[in-house]
């Protein structure tokens, strides 16, 4: 579904990404994990388009995405939660939820994807008049999560969905994640500092360090492989 | 007891035209984060248009001299949004929006000088065009006031152009809000003043939005020029005298708050007309500005503005 070859980009003329190639298969879930600095979340703004790629190709259910302007993307399907949940504080809950339905499929099924989501996420419900900055992080992140859902994406990307949460709350994230993937099949790439978290619950995963893939394999292989043990689970 | 009273109604009729004003300014710093000091000059050509919708294009022989002039102040709205609609995409575009990441300080620098300069060109360029004489859009209204009262032996004048001003400009005001607070493109601006990059992610096209913004803001100042210019006579350098006020306005209810745009544009009309009862009328710009410094010293985010920083 999401094919990205000998990607390269930077921000002028640092570049931060080099060479990377990641795919993601139709219903899979990805994720790619590394150090800080390694280019993750350079990697999902490149695909969204905040940044300009200085080489290599992404293609997008067949189409270049590259060709795309930024704002087209999520009309193709490509939901971003961003890092640090950016929602928008001066909307209220329930509005942050209608920008995600911005686009076109968001619109058409916004009746069904706003039940499912306050059933996944019910603290959405409760507290769909309230201004989203006033909520705490871990409530955020869940409306950023909902956000993303609201636009009835093809494929869901979340940067780091755990940090700056109470370890409690970022387990409760990802158990939630793992729950709406298992409903609804959405296929999900994920950047993660949470190794072992993010490496048990996915199909496949690449380590991303200092711009390279330097490691890629599916959930098993990974988890034995004696670098990613060591560098990344502590064993 | 009576003087009060005048002065407490005049500064409310003035004070919601000066708020309208203000609110175009706000909504454009709101949304864009622009300092858009040519939005005086956009004003007065809001009041030049106004004036020769009314004399010129027929408007006052279709609708005679009472209707005649706020029909073709409503129409310089859409003319004048039209106008910062076009702005706005070639040049102001140019240095805002999703192109200021790979310029010096955000872009803010050459916003700046563009839009210095274009107030340059718009005030010089009236000069030409327009002429350096005084111009009004007069109505028979604007010298006649109706009576409320006498009750309690006193009575109250409101000037009825002055009073049809304010009316207007709440009516405005009203659609504005239900605008921006119910419609799926308000919205989206609030988003997209938020947080543009969330909201590329969202689908919004952040420099759209911007240009919606900034011909709203515009074609709202340019109503509120045109209804300041039934009571007060206009030229081409007028925007000068009320960028300054627009700013004050904006500052006063919080940068960013487009209500509270409003309330700080109402906040200066009640002052610059309540000073008069105890200070000589030359001083009603000098009272404007000791009332700003007092009230940004007890609330500097100003009557609706945030202290939380934007994510």
């Known amino acids: 579904m999401l094919r990205i070859e000998g990607l390269s980009a930077g921000y002028s003329a640092k570049p931060v990404l080099n060479d990377v190639s990641i795919d993601v298969g139709a219903g899979q879930f990805v994720a790619i994990v590394g150090p800080n600095g390694a280019g993750k979340t350079t990697l999902f703004k490149t695909i969204s388009g905040i940044v300009k790629p200085s080489g290599g190709a992404i293609t997008f259910d067949g189409v270049d995405l590259l060709a795309v302007p930024p704002p087209q993307r999520a009309h193709l399907g490509i939901a971003h939660v961003p890092e640090g949940r950016q929602v928008f504080p001066s909307l209220s809950v329930m509005e942050n939820l209608e920008m995600g339905a911005m686009t076109e499929s968001g619109r058409r099924d916004w009746q069904a994807t706003i039940e499912r989501i306050f059933d996944w996420l019910p603290v959405l419900k409760e507290r769909r008049n309230q201004f989203a900055g006033t909520m705490s992080g871990g409530q955020q992140q869940m409306l950023a999560i909902g956000r993303g859902l609201a636009s009835s994406p093809k494929l869901l990307m979340l940067d780091e969905p755990s940090m700056g949460l109470a370890p409690s709350t970022a387990d409760f994230i990802f158990e939630r994640l793992i729950e709406i993937r298992r409903q609804s099949g959405l296929t999900m790439l994920l950047v993660e500092q949470r190794v072992a978290e ?30 990613v043990r060591k560098a990344y689970l502590g064993m | 007891m009576e003087g009060f009273l005048q002065a407490l109604a005049a500064g409310l009729l003035i004070g919601a035209v000066y708020g309208l004003m203000c609110v175009g300014l706000g909504l454009i710093f709101g949304v864009m984060r622009v300092i858009n000091f040519a ?26 001299n009472t209707v005649g002039p706020f029909v073709a102040i409503l129409l310089a709205g859409p003319v004048l949004a039209l106008f910062g609609y076009f702005v706005h995409l070639a040049l102001i575009s140019h240095v805002s929006g999703t192109r200021t990441a790979s310029l010096e300080g955000e872009g803010h620098y050459a916003q700046l000088i ?7 060109i718009l005030q010089n360029g009236g000069l030409i065009v327009f002429g350096s004489v005084l111009a009004s859009i007069r109505t028979p209204l604007s010298s006649s006031a109706w009576e409320l009262g006498p009750l309690f032996e006193m009575s109250i004048f409101l000037n009825k152009a002055r009073s049809i001003d304010a009316v207007v400009s709440l009516a405005i005001m009203v659609l504005l809000s239900l605008l921006i607070t119910r419609t799926r493109i308000g919205k989206s601006l609030r988003a997209a003043a938020d947080n543009p990059t969330a909201a590329t992610y969202m689908g919004i096209d952040v420099d759209r939005a911007h240009r919606t913004a900034f011909a709203l803001g515009c074609g709202i100042t340019a109503i509120a020029g045109g209804l300041l210019a039934t009571n007060y006579p206009f030229h081409p350098f007028v925007g000068l005298e009320y960028v300054i006020v627009m700013y004050a306005g904006v500052v006063l209810g919080g940068m960013g708050s487009i209500i509270g745009a409003f309330w700080g544009g109402m906040t200066i009309g009640l002052v610059q007309q309540m000073s008069t009862l105890i200070l000589p009328t030359q001083l009603q710009n000098a009272a404007i500005f000791a009332v700003f410094l007092l009230i940004i010293f007890f609330r500097p985010q100003g009557f609706f503005g945030r202290m939380v920083e934007r994510t």
């Open chain 1, 198 to 227: 993010a490496l048990e619950s996915a199909d496949r995963g690449y380590v991303l360090e200092a711009g390279h893939v330097v490691l890629e394999g599916n959930n098993a292989t990974l988890r034995a492989d004696d670098r």
């Open chain 2, 39 to 64: 939005h005086g000059d956009f004003m007065m050509l809001g009041m030049y248009t106004a004036f020769y919708l009314f004399t010129a294009a027929g408007v006052q022989a279709l609708f005679g």
């Open chain 2, 114 to 120: 563009l839009t210095l300069g274009i107030a340059l």
